[in-house]
């Protein structure tokens, strides 16, 4: 294989070019310059410098000559990437103000912005895709069906083909093969529980706001108001849905608009989304007459890289439409090898090779159709040890149960703070936010990081509550130290026995039984507050408390339940005088007294649970601590550039909002870095603080009164402290503390089906009250917020306090025979549960109870045991790591779990680390649209990929394809690697007609004379 070429020149960071210096072609300055009163159309192929041409042209709107205001323009993009790369141009070029967004951004804000009842009780809540699925499948389940993972995601892509196409069902499900009568039952019962939880998906946003700005004039006209020019990128990309919100956005027939969008018909290919290329730049001509623009020259790719492209294209009758203004450059390759499994090795080679000649991995980007083409890539790569940035949406190492498994895996290594604090909460919650900052506020204190403060259990038990230090000690005692054992073993071994551990740890409390359970939980404790209240009291006094029993084994079961929890909880010695507690009637006289009445509901050992928790708890002060409520008031909603234009915080204490507070307002840069949005929100003008004090003067006093506390507010991890800690570090000041405690995420994890915008959190008493957003009534509000949702989340903790002795609750119920109440039923359903993760019988260790009736507590635990839904997701995620390890050793062959804890750090696409890395990047030709790299290679380019055996409309697959190969190629700057295998998987295959049609223009690489006969 030849060597690549020189290196190209080097380029300087994106942020720090001047646009508006950067010369343009004489097609970029038509477009850019264009005085035309009606519509554009632009065509742009590939390189041709599309971005730059929307950029300059919204530049040359703001400029001197023709003064639009900023507030004025709307840029829609496909990704968050393109739409990042306009803002960061925009803003080396023009004054703030511009909205460049997604269509799905751009539609959740004018939702919220402007509708009304027309759209039903508020803002829906937008479910993400792993949400979006998990509805989908109750959906199916609920009308009667049941799909595996496949069936489900093809339901998903069904119903968003039916939205966005605007089709018929049948139309919708035909390619899936479900009858459209099933369908229709299961998209019902979906479309009514995001009803029921004022939810939306991605595709209902844009339906949601199309319908809105149709039905509703007034929101219609104030959207039309504020926006006269909008521009719309890879508008060949649209739905039928997405262009009816462009109609309603900028009616073709406004006066004084422009609508400007950007196409390339060749690099239409998302036909599998809805987008209808050929209709809608039909459609657009005949509603807006656009004047057409082209831009011919390719920047980007070498001459032969540009030759080869548009000659794929023309072989379909495409026309010819860009030329390149680069030297021919080095010849693209085609490389031939005997299966997928040698195609992996070689590509990392040759990965490899360009690295050792001077190559940065990010020059390099290795690009396929189908996520499954690249696993065996991925981990020939990481055998190299070259590390990996790989996109791919649902993929594995993305998936967020598998990355907290990693971070388990990581304890195997040490107990770092990333780790620990993950691994602690996962697969259940343990320590809450609160608890959690303490426990930072206490290594701090010892100058020691939190992984070392869980390694000392005497420290712990000093400074942290019982329930918090015996929760990470038994952490550590029952995985960490396990974990570290497993550092020789295999890692398909070591994986194995690390899914046990962290199955055993899973919560035995459903999800949808927390409620209910808490209910028990309420009714059984107003019995027990005196009780509760009386043994917290002899503890905190230091006396030594003797537990009796009478002989029924329900008694028994209490009793040593009452002995191991103390135990465990309370170890330290007590020798002050005696308190008894007696479990049942006996012959002492007891300072406390926990009894069966015949007839009743709650066993002696449900009673004694219930106490223990209620102790523990009693010790759990956290929430009635200080803190300090924040809350900024900015000049626009963007934290990297926002000023600050008011600044107010109170304090909390003992469960209190107080009278003491802080205030200012700061008078920003100049009156032009405060957008229209921004004062909108707050109602600050320029004007009311052009006389304030700059921030320099009032930062200082802030933080002072700040103290080193925790610090609270509203979405202040993301914005407001983000912005006080960039002007801190302006201005030379110490950073702030970083214990934040931040309502907006604490609501999300403790309500995670409400909305948790401030405003929704707040009572309607509390609404009615508020008027324009301002610093200090805002704390106030959100420290009323933070109060409600600290008494939640204690609430919440209490209800897996002591979920290990739930067993030996449901034992006794099954010993007394006690009444089938409700709350009975509840208490044996998760103790069965409980029991199926971890039968050991933790609580009853050393007690006098006969083995054969353990035995058959045991069984019957097993008999009554009932599967939930999580289970059949934990099932999936053991399979997929085992398929995960298998598959590596397909390429490397057996190794230790640290040894595959070096290789997945590097392939994970999420940066565990969150360290700056160089890495190679693989993705799908879809999500490579937009980007570009020195060195691209193309793998699997054989018929089965490019296109796919798909016997539905053949045709139109047959050019979708055809134009994801051409998007590939397009990808290359400097070096095109092809390369395909004659059998996947085992199975045949057959080169691409896309590389035969190209055949002549590349050098071809066969497999060796040596290697054909051996795969004969």
Request: aromatic share 6%; net charge negative.
């Amino acid at each position: 294989m030849s060597t690549h070429a020189a290196e190209p020149p080097v380029h300087p960071d994106r942020t720090t070019i001047d646009y508006l210096s950067v010369e343009l072609t004489a097609g970029q300055r038509e477009v850019v310059y264009s005085d035309r009163q009606g519509h554009l159309l632009v065509v742009a192929p590939p390189g041709s410098g599309k971005t730059l041409t929307i950029t300059r042209r919204i530049a040359h709107l703001l400029g001197e000559e023709r003064r639009v205001d900023p507030e004025a323009v709307m840029a829609l993009t496909f990704t968050e990437r393109a739409a990042n790369e306009l803002v960061t141009r925009l803003a080396s070029m023009v004054r703030p103000g511009v909205y460049a967004g997604t269509f799905h951004s751009a539609c959740l804000r004018i939702l919220r912005e402007h509708a009304t009842t027309a759209i039903g009780s508020g803002v829906p809540t937008v479910l993400s895709d792993a949400d979006r699925f998990r509805m989908m499948r109750f959906a199916a389940g609920q009308a009667g069906f049941r799909f595996d993972d496949y069936g489900v995601k093809d339901l998903l892509n069904a119903l968003s083909k039916m939205k966005c196409g605007n089709l018929p069902i049948d139309d919708a499900v035909a390619e899936y093969r479900f009858k459209p009568d099933v369908a229709e039952t299961i998209f019902g019962v979906y479309q009514q529980e995001m009803r029921n939880e004022n939810a939306c998906d991605f595709d209902d946003l844009i339906i949601d706001t199309a319908d809105l700005l149709w039905n509703d004039p007034e929101a219609a006209q104030r959207v039309h108001n504020r926006f006269r020019f909008i521009f719309v990128d890879e508008y060949q990309d649209v739905s039928a849905e997405q262009y009816r919100l462009i109609r309603a956005l900028l009616p073709p027939e406004a006066e004084e608009r422009q609508l400007l969008v950007v196409a390339d018909a060749n690099q239409a290919i998302f036909g599998f989304r809805g987008a209808l290329p050929d209709k809608m730049l039909g459609q657009l001509y005949a509603d807006y007459q656009p004047a057409r623009f082209e831009l011919n020259e390719n920047h980007r790719s070498i001459g032969r890289v540009v030759t080869i492209a548009q000659q794929l294209m023309l072989v379909s009758g495409a026309e010819e439409v860009s030329v390149s203004v680069r030297p021919e450059g080095s010849p693209v390759d085609w490389i031939e090898r005997p299966d997928d499994i040698d195609e992996a090795r070689l590509v990392a080679q040759l990965v490899e090779r360009y690295i050792q000649q001077g190559r940065k991995p990010t020059e390099i980007a290795i690009l396929y159709r189908r996520h499954r083409r690249a696993h065996l890539v991925e981990q020939a790569l990481a055998d190299r040890s070259i590390p990996v940035r790989r996109i791919e949406r649902e993929r594995f190492f993305d998936d967020r149960d598998v990355q907290e498994t990693i971070r388990y895996f990581e304890l195997v290594a040490s107990t770092r703070d990333r780790s620990f604090a993950s691994a602690i909460n996962w697969p259940r919650f343990l320590v809450d936010e609160l608890t959690m900052l303490d426990l930072r506020r206490i290594a701090a204190r010892h100058d020691m990081t939190l992984g070392q403060l869980a390694e000392s259990p005497e420290l712990l038990r000093a400074e942290a509550s019982p329930l918090t230090s015996t929760i990470i000690t038994r952490f550590m005692n029952e995985v960490v130290i396990p974990a570290r054992a497993s550092v020789d073993d295999g890692a398909v071994a070591a994986v194995d026995r690390m899914l046990a551990l962290m199955r055993s740890r899973r919560d035995p409390i459903p999800a949808t039984q927390r409620a209910n359970l808490r209910s028990t939980l309420d009714e059984l404790g107003r019995q027990l507050s005196g009780s509760a209240e009386a043994l917290d009291l002899a503890l905190a006094a230091g006396k030594r408390i003797v537990v009796e029993s009478e002989e029924h084994l329900d008694a028994r079961l209490a009793a040593g339940l009452v002995s191991r929890v103390l135990g465990d909880y309370f170890p330290d010695e007590r020798s002050g005088e005696a308190f008894v507690l007696a479990c049942g009637e006996t012959d002492r006289e007891a300072d406390l007294r926990l009894s069966w009445i015949p007839g009743a509901q709650w066993t002696i050992a449900a009673q004694a649970w219930r106490l223990l928790q209620m102790v523990l708890m009693r010790r759990e002060r956290l929430h009635q601590g200080d803190f300090t409520l924040f809350d900024l008031e900015t000049t626009s909603n963007v934290p990297l550039t926002a000023e600050i234009m008011e600044i107010a915080a109170v304090r909390v204490r003992n469960g209190a909002v107080q009278d003491e507070s802080f205030t200012a307002r700061v008078r920003p840069s100049s009156p032009e870095a405060i957008t229209q949005g921004a004062q909108n929100v707050h109602g600050i003008s320029w004007e009311m603080v052009a006389d304030c004090p700059t921030i320099d003067q009032v930062l200082p006093s802030f933080l002072e009164f700040a103290g080193e506390g925790i610090v609270a507010g509203h979405n202040i991890t993301s914005f407001d402290h983000r912005i006080v800690a960039r002007e801190c570090q302006t201005l030379g000041l110490d950073q702030p503390v970083p214990f934040l405690l931040d309502t907006l995420l604490l609501s999300r994890r403790l309500h995670p089906r409400q909305s948790h915008r401030l405003d929704d959190l707040l009572t309607a008493e509390e609404r009615a009250s508020r008027g324009n957003h301002e610093a200090l009534q805002d704390a106030r509000l959100n420290a009323n917020v933070l109060l409600r949702l600290l008494r939640d989340l204690n609430r919440d903790r209490a209800i897996g306090v002591l979920s290990e002795a739930l067993p030996v609750v449901a034992a006794s119920i099954m010993a007394r025979q006690a009444e089938e109440t409700p709350d009975n039923q509840l208490l044996v359903r998760v103790g069965a549960r409980a029991y199926h993760l971890r039968p050991d019988w933790y609580l009853a260790d050393g007690l006098d109870i006969p083995a054969a009736w353990l035995d058959q507590a045991g069984t019957w635990l097993d008999s009554v045991f009932s599967p939930e839904p999580d289970d059949e997701k934990w099932v999936n995620l053991e399979n997929n790591w085992t398929a995960f390890v298998d598959g590596f050793a397909r390429i490397r062959g057996e190794i230790t779990l640290p040894e595959l804890l070096e290789r997945v750090s590097l392939a994970t696409a999420s940066d565990l680390d969150r360290e700056e890395r160089e890495r190679v990047t693989m993705m799908t030709v879809y999500s490579a649209k937009g980007h570009e790299w020195p060195v691209v290679f193309m793998i699997g380019a054989e018929h089965g990929e490019y296109p796919y055996s798909h016997p539905l409309d053949a045709d139109e697959e047959l050019k979708e394809a055809r134009r994801a190969f051409y998007v590939g190629l397009t990808r290359a700057q400097e070096r095109l690697i092809i390369s395909s295998a004659w059998r996947v998987n085992g199975d045949p295959r057959e080169p691409s007609p896309f590389v035969n049609d190209i055949r002549h223009l590349v050098v071809h690489r066969p497999p060796k004379e040596k290697e054909k006969e051996s795969d004969r």
